[in-house]
């Protein structure tokens, strides 16, 4: 079974500053998706970023990035000046290409401090 | 774009009482998902449709919970008869084929 592993409950970071969220997950499959998806107080789940397995280059989109290390079965996340915006819950996320079974993390409650 | 729908966003009840949560994928998605948030479980997968067929209800904790996709624009979840351990936010998402999976705004439900 896959697992996925968010080692940080809580994390804090000051407004303009930056932030790295660490998840890491276990798999014998080659082929695979990983996700950040943000959750705020409103509860919605929005997607933060996507990485497939066979690309080496790390996403990026604004200013969210990712730190891919496949062999290590890393997938950690960097938030580069922080916005009071960015508080939420936030849910690394592991899916197999050959369905669609998505397991979560027990996710990481980031507050951004003004 | 819509995105997924959900009905209701809050849902209160007592217990014996059958609930029914609603979903509209987005349209052209072939992939439908239903999963619950709890604090102690956190985000679980409880059923998946493709092209309105169910795939995957190993998720499904017990018979008192149902699932039915009756065609490509609506799904329904339901639960009877209802406890209070079904407490807990209840999404629902879609996908284009195995892709990114986009969520709804959920539905909280509270079960007396």
């Known amino acids: 079974a896959q697992t996925v592993t968010q080692s940080q409950p809580e994390m804090s970071v000051q407004e303009a500053e930056t932030v790295t969220l660490s998840c890491t997950y276990d798999?014998?499959?080659?082929?695979?998706?990983l996700f950040w998806y943000k959750q705020p107080p409103s509860r919605q789940m929005i997607l933060v970023i996507r990485?497939?397995?066979?690309?080496?280059q790390n996403a990026t989109e604004n200013r969210f990035s990712v730190n891919f290390q496949k062999a290590a079965k890393s997938f950690s996340l960097k938030i580069s000046d922080s916005q009071l915006g960015d508080t939420a819950m936030y849910f690394c996320?592991?899916?197999?290409?050959?369905?669609?079974?998505?397991?979560f993390g027990a996710g990481t409650r980031l507050t951004v401090k003004p | 774009d819509a995105g997924v729908i959900q009905s209701p966003r809050h849902e209160v009840t007592e217990m014996g009482q059958e609930v029914t949560l609603r979903c509209k994928p987005i349209?052209?998605?072939?992939?439908l998902f239903w999963y619950r948030q709890t604090m102690m479980r956190g985000l679980e997968l409880l059923i998946y449709f493709n092209n309105n067929v169910p795939i995957d209800d190993s998720g499904m904790p017990e018979d008192r919970f149902s699932a039915k996709m009756p065609n490509a624009s609506f799904s329904t979840l339901k639960i009877q008869p209802s406890e209070p351990r079904d407490s807990a936010v209840y999404f629902c998402?879609?996908?284009?084929?195995?892709?990114?999976?986009?969520f709804g705004p959920g539905t909280r439900l509270l079960v007396l």
């Open positions: 996320a592991f899916m197999k290409r050959r369905n669609n079974d998505m397991r």
């Open positions: 998402a879609s996908s284009f084929s195995i892709e990114t999976q986009y």
């Open positions: 990485q497939e397995a066979y690309k080496q």
């Open positions: 798999t014998s499959e080659n082929n695979y998706y």
């Open positions: 349209s052209g998605h072939d992939y």
